[in-house]
């Protein structure tokens, strides 16, 4: 069993940053890839970042609706048990809720089987 728990969202104008971190408690978060998704009022939820175990391989959403390559930075700490994500150059578009998961075997965009229970992401025009 995992637990996850998002913080650091909040309300920024376009063009600001914000850091995002995912505290996990229960196993080592090392055994787990872990990802961020985000679900825009409306919207279904969409992958944006996913890191392996190690933090040695990192995916980013790179569709064009989806793209945040070269913005948001995923990385983690396993000694502190911490997921992060590093959002720059943040637009309106961004805005929504942000989960964090955690899965032993999951695809970087695939079916993770633990997840938080969000954190809400607004930026203004």
């Known amino acids: 069993q995992v637990q996850l728990v998002e913080s650091g969202g909040g309300l920024v104008q376009a063009g600001g940053s914000l850091r995002l971190s995912c505290a996990a408690s229960?196993?080592?978060?090392?055994?787990?890839?872990m990802g961020w998704f985000r679900q825009a009022p409306g919207k279904e939820r969409r992958f944006v970042a996913a890191?392996?175990?190690?933090?040695?391989?990192?995916?980013?959403?790179?569709s064009y609706a989806d793209s945040v390559k070269g913005r948001f930075t995923i990385s983690r700490d396993n000694g502190k048990n911490t997921l992060y994500l590093q959002m720059n150059s943040l637009a309106p578009e961004d805005t929504a809720v942000y989960y964090c998961?955690?899965?032993?075997?999951?695809?970087?965009?695939?079916?993770?089987?633990?997840w938080g229970q969000g954190t809400q992401v607004t930026v203004s025009s």
């Open positions: 998961a955690a899965d032993l075997l999951a695809a970087p965009a695939g079916d993770y089987k633990y």
């Open positions: 229960g196993r080592a978060l090392s055994d787990y890839n």
């Open positions: 890191i392996s175990g190690t933090g040695g391989y990192t995916y980013y959403a790179d």
